[in-house]
């Protein structure tokens, strides 16, 4: 079973440009969820996606947007960056929305943004 | 303060020795998340908690609701145990899935 995949691995933009990132989620699950992690503030959460709708938000400017397809791969846009938005951005997946006992949390392996 | 805080941040052992990290939190959980972060980003999550005790291998987690403390417990560390330990609290209801994350603790073992 593929893992949850991210594109790009890496990338490179200018302050003011914008960015679209994608994750492919594990075959089945239906919930994306996406993170941004820096040196100074550690992981937080950005959204989550379940069923093409957004179910959670977590406390970033609109500048960061998301959706999710009907296949259950989900994108992120960051518009007009800026140098703060450098970052490692990680996507996880997991089965259903509700919580389950064993339930797991699949991680991809991140996109690094550096903004210049 | 922040909604979680681990402890310590920094944590060095030698080979074989009996390793706990801590983690804390300030408001309500319907679950906890113990993930690990390996060099390169690479996040495995390793347990989800909501109640008593979880154990995989040389890995114990464990919680406690009333006093809104975690556990992870390594018996017999080994050098390929070094990584970042992170704490995650899942919010409940409607929130389910809004994870707030612990600064994460710095795991070295030395052999």
């Known amino acids: 079973k593929a893992g949850v995949t991210q594109t790009p691995r890496y990338l490179i933009k200018t302050r003011g440009q914008q960015v679209t990132l994608s994750c492919s989620p594990i075959s089945g699950h239906r919930s994306v969820s996406w993170y941004q992690q820096t040196p100074g503030q550690g992981l937080q959460f950005l959204f989550e996606y379940f069923s093409e709708t957004q179910r959670n938000k977590g406390n970033f400017p609109g500048r960061f947007s998301g959706r999710q397809f009907s296949n259950s791969r989900s994108e992120m846009n960051v518009s007009t960056l800026e140098l703060g938005d450098s970052a490692l951005y990680l996507c996880?997946?997991?089965?259903?929305?509700?919580?389950?006992?064993?339930?797991?949390?699949?991680f991809g392996s991140g996109t690094q943004l550096s903004v210049l | 303060k922040n909604e979680v805080e681990q402890s310590p941040q920094n944590l060095t052992a030698q080979e074989g020795e009996f390793i706990t990290i801590n983690c804390s939190y300030s408001v309500g959980i319907s679950a906890l998340h113990w993930l690990q972060q390996h060099p390169g980003g690479g996040i495995v999550s390793l347990f989800m908690?909501?109640?008593g005790k979880k154990k995989h291998g040389r890995l114990i987690a464990t919680i406690n609701i009333q006093e809104k403390h975690s556990s992870l417990h390594i018996t017999a560390s080994h050098p390929r145990d070094s990584a970042v330990y992170i704490c995650a609290r899942n919010a409940g209801g409607t929130s389910y899935g809004k994870l707030t994350f612990g600064q994460g603790t710095i795991l070295t073992v030395h052999p």
């Open positions: 908690l909501s109640s």
């Open positions: 996880a997946s997991r089965l259903a929305l509700q919580p389950a006992p064993n339930e797991k949390l699949f």
